[in-house]
């Protein structure tokens, strides 16, 4: 199916353990995202990447660690879950300026840390 | 650094009245302009943009103008209606420095 889908949609786990989120986008766009959403702050900058090998911070990378070895996937990965990570992730793709700049948002994945 | 600035809400209105809600921008180049919906346990999406000064953007009846002298981009729509509740985000995006999202604004229209 075209798009970009998240996986696992929600999880559960514990602090310490390293925790993996996946995303996949089928249009080939150059840049992807990750945002987390929480009351109160709306939703802040992960990291993100413009091309394959190539990712920068955002507002909040301290904690995450990404890579990007193809143009379809950008997992993001939490090295040693912490409490302050429960959160909804948001992975988002787009055509850079040549498409005027839109974000693709997937669907979200829940991430309870205990 | 860039940042967005809108009312939180919760907004409640009565179906048919009039929306606005209030979005300005701090930035350090020149970004384009966003607003994006969020309907419960989904994503967002985007409901209109703008990437230049004096352009407005528009979509299902919401409207947005870019204003650079007041750097605004309020969005407004005429008659709401019941399926319009969700939360709205004003965003701004200038491509290879920043990507900024507002708080959300939560609005709720009731029949």
């Known amino acids: 199916d075209a798009g970009i889908t998240q996986s696992p949609r929600y999880k559960i786990t514990e602090t310490g353990r390293q925790v993996t989120l996946m995303c996949h986008q089928t249009?080939?766009?150059?840049?992807m995202f990750w945002y987390r959403q929480d009351l109160g702050h709306g939703l802040r900058l992960i990291y993100y990447?413009?091309?394959?090998?190539?990712?920068d911070k955002g507002e909040v990378p301290d904690g995450y660690v990404v890579s990007r070895s193809k143009t379809e996937n950008f997992p993001l990965t939490l090295e040693s879950a912490t409490r302050s990570q429960t959160s909804v992730y948001f992975c988002a793709s787009g055509p850079g300026t040549s498409g005027g700049g839109t974000q693709y948002f997937g669907p979200g994945t829940r991430l309870l840390v205990l | 650094g860039d940042s967005v600035t809108q009312m939180e809400g919760p907004v409640t209105l009565s179906e048919e009245a009039f929306l606005t809600i209030n979005c300005t921008y701090t930035?350090?180049?020149?970004?384009?302009l966003f607003w994006y919906v969020q309907y419960p346990g989904e994503g967002l999406q985007l409901l209109l943009k703008a990437t230049k000064a004096d352009d407005k953007g528009s979509n299902k009846g919401f409207e947005a103008t870019y204003r650079k002298e007041t750097t605004s981009f309020h969005l407004e729509k005429g008659s709401v209606q019941v399926s319009d509740s969700a939360v709205y985000f004003c965003?701004?995006?200038?491509?290879?420095?920043?990507?900024?999202f507002g708080p959300g604004t939560r609005l709720s229209v009731l029949p």
């Open positions: 965003a701004l995006t200038v491509y290879g420095q920043n990507f900024v």
């Open positions: 930035a350090t180049g020149y970004p384009s």
């Open positions: 249009w080939s766009h150059s840049y």
């Open positions: 990447s413009a091309a394959a090998d190539i990712t």
